[in-house]
């Protein structure tokens, strides 16, 4: 039975991606930065543990707690909205601590085991950001687009291995709670000078009024098609606004 290391679990495309592969009778080890009870029935085949991508010990802990793995997940991540002259580099180095960092640390803390057993796959989620220009995300899709730079390299270096590397990019989802913190963390007034007030307030509107979004479903069911490719392909758009993205490219 295959088993699947999930990070970023405790909701919205994480935790629907760790339900989508229960259901279809993997082995799930669920991570979360704070395990909390009830996120998931209880089950044999689903096992919630902590983890940090930020912190190498966190990681290691982790992977010996989970055993061997055939699928890794990066999925954990963190939200950034506003205007680039408005934000602190300390928020910027947190962003990329999480979303670009803490990813490569937990793909080579798991590639020892994927070579030398010859098979294994490492699907990181990124964002429909990369596909398209939009204003407001500077922080966030530089921390993204690192991401897919890193893994179109890495799936060259791991094919000889029999190991494959692929992106999963979803679209906006309005009703996941990282959707939700693009405003309620830090307002986005906050982020957003006086002289790009105008600007911001007219990108959000067009954003709110866009006639698609991505639902948590849309990724589990990408993640799990990319995970099961075996045809090359790197990059999987997730949902309908990150698939009309990636077409308009």
């Known amino acids: 039975m295959n088993t699947v290391l999930i990070t970023g679990t405790s909701s919205g495309y994480g935790r629907e991606t760790a339900r989508h592969f229960h259901e279809r009778g993997w082995n799930v080890i669920a991570t979360m930065r704070t395990p909390r009870p009830g996120v998931f029935p209880e089950s044999d085949r689903l096992r919630v543990v902590e983890l940090d991508v930020t912190r190498p010990e966190s990681i290691a802990a982790a992977l010996e707690a989970a055993g061997p793995i055939d699928a890794l997940v990066n999925n954990a991540g963190i939200p950034s909205m506003g205007v680039f002259e408005g934000i602190s580099m300390a928020h910027v180095r947190e962003v990329f601590e999480t979303n670009t960092f803490g990813v490569m640390a937990t793909t080579r803390a798991v590639l020892p085991q994927f070579r030398?057993?010859?098979?294994?796959v490492v699907v990181n989620v990124?964002?429909?950001?990369?596909?398209?220009?939009?204003p407001l995300t500077a922080v966030y899709k530089a921390s993204k687009t690192a991401v897919e730079g890193f893994t179109s390299s890495l799936a060259l270096e791991l094919a000889p291995f029999g190991v494959r590397a692929k992106t999963v990019e979803p679209g906006a989802c309005l009703t996941t709670n990282f959707g939700a913190r693009l405003t309620n963390d830090v307002p986005l007034e906050e982020q957003v000078p006086a002289p790009y007030a105008a600007f911001a307030k007219k990108a959000m509107d067009d954003f709110a009024g866009q006639?698609?979004?991505t639902k948590e479903s849309d990724v589990a069911e990408t993640v799990w098609r990319a995970v099961h490719d075996t045809t090359g392909q790197l990059r999987f758009p997730a949902g309908p606004d990150a698939v009309r993205l990636d077409q308009a490219k």
Do not use: I, N, P, Y
């Not at 030398?116 to 294994?120: F, H, K, P, V």
């Open 116 to 120: 030398e057993r010859g098979s294994g």
């Open 126 to 134: 990124t964002s429909s950001v990369v596909l398209g220009h939009m």
């Open 211 to 213: 006639d698609v979004f």
